[in-house]
């Protein structure tokens, strides 16, 4: 079955950074688009970035020039680097992939808090 497990969240000050990871089984990774969404207290989950199973990368513009999406298809792993995080960052990030275009998976979140 398919499975995504987040890690790499922490507590980080203003304009620090950090890094996280999914690793992802049950499916041909390579082959499929992966994303990162993230979810604040009181806010709809939305999409941070995205990377295609060609490397093609999108991101969110609150995020374009502070995050790099990249993936590691020989290990079956997608990250996420976050730089230059701001309070406004602060959220449950998700790991997600869609399967057969109707089959959302996601991971069971990692909470990132930017404050000082």
């Known amino acids: 079955q398919v499975q995504l497990v987040e890690s790499g969240g922490g507590l980080v000050q203003p304009g620090g950074s950090l890094r996280l990871s999914c690793a992802a089984s049950g499916f041909t990774f390579s082959s499929y688009v992966m994303s990162w969404y993230r979810q604040a207290p009181g806010k709809e989950r939305e999409l941070v970035a995205r990377?295609?199973?060609?490397?093609?990368?999108n991101y969110a513009d609150s995020v374009k020039g502070r995050f790099i999406i990249s993936r590691l298809n020989a290990k079956n792993t997608v990250a996420l680097q976050m730089n230059s995080l701001e309070p406004e960052d602060t959220a449950v990030y998700y790991c997600?992939?869609?399967?057969?275009?109707?089959?959302?998976?996601w991971g069971q979140g990692t909470q990132v808090t930017v404050s000082s």
């Open positions: 997600n992939v869609l399967i057969a275009g109707t089959h959302d998976y």
């Open positions: 990377i295609t199973s060609s490397g093609r990368k």
